[in-house]
């Protein structure tokens, strides 16, 4: 079973992965290459860069979480989620976006 450093660091190398072919392949220009990376309703080139240092109180359980990604699609019915990371135990969550914006979450400032 994978810790949830395993996971975290998984996951850091495939963001830090795709925004490497990313990258290259806004140098290359458009071409086969990028056509075979085009997804329905998903872009390379639509890749958010996530601030973690903005965190999310979950007004019911008062949990802090950090947004990993808010333009993801739900396979079944491509519906867009939120991709976010629970702070204290590492575990990574998927919401519907619309559910995750609806005021079940609120944005915390954290002071230095």
């Known amino acids: 079973m994978l810790t949830s450093t395993a996971i975290f660091l998984s996951v850091a190398a495939i963001i830090y992965v795709w925004r490497e072919i990313s990258a290259s392949i806004r140098e290359s220009g458009p071409g086969p290459v990028q056509e075979a990376w085009e997804v329905p309703h998903f872009?390379?080139?639509?890749?958010?860069?996530?601030?973690?240092?903005?965190?999310?109180?979950?007004?019911?359980?008062?949990?802090?979480?950090?947004?990993?990604?808010?333009?993801?699609?739900?396979?079944?019915?491509?519906?867009?989620?939120?991709?976010?990371?629970?702070?204290g135990s590492g575990r990574i969550w998927v919401r519907p976006h619309a559910e995750f914006f609806d005021?079940?979450?609120e944005q915390v400032e954290m002071k230095d």
């Open 103 to 105: 005021g079940r979450f």
């Open 43 to 87: 872009h390379v080139d639509r890749m958010p860069v996530w601030d973690y240092n903005i965190f999310w109180k979950h007004t019911k359980s008062g949990g802090l979480y950090t947004i990993l990604h808010d333009q993801a699609t739900r396979e079944d019915d491509l519906e867009p989620v939120v991709v976010y990371r629970g702070v």
